[in-house]
């Protein structure tokens, strides 16, 4: 059974930082790893994801502030945050696209969501 698990949320006063982290269990390979977001009344979006090979991708609001690193070897995936801003409020999902051992094929996996809350 795949399993996505973050961690790492919490409150945080404006110009703080935090780290998250999320684990995969139960899959075989993975392809992509990376963090959304989605704040009360909008979409889910992206905020960074790095491939198994490829250049990592954030959006452009958190450049130069957030930084994503990987583990593959331990199927875990870290979003450090620094310079949080109130507008950085949110629940951010970890999302795993990978392969599990009973499958030819990759699908996305989410955690369940971690809530992030930056105070002005």
């Known amino acids: 059974q795949v399993q996505v698990v973050e961690s790492g949320g919490g409150l945080v006063q404006a110009g703080g930082s935090l780290r998250l982290s999320c684990a995969a269990s139960g899959i075989v390979s993975i392809s992509v790893m990376g963090w959304y977001r989605q704040a009360p009344g909008k979409q889910r979006e992206l905020v960074a994801a790095i491939p198994r090979a490829g250049t990592i991708n954030y959006a452009d609001s958190v450049k130069g502030r957030f930084t994503i690193s990987s583990d593959n070897g331990e199927k875990q995936v870290f979003l450090q945050m620094n310079s949080l801003k109130p507008e950085d409020t949110a629940v951010y999902y970890c999302?795993?696209?990978?392969?599990?051992?009973?499958?030819?094929?990759?699908?996305?996996?989410w955690g369940q969501g971690t809530q992030v809350t930056v105070s002005s």
């Open positions: 999302k795993i696209r990978a392969r599990a051992p009973t499958t030819d094929w990759y699908s996305d996996y």
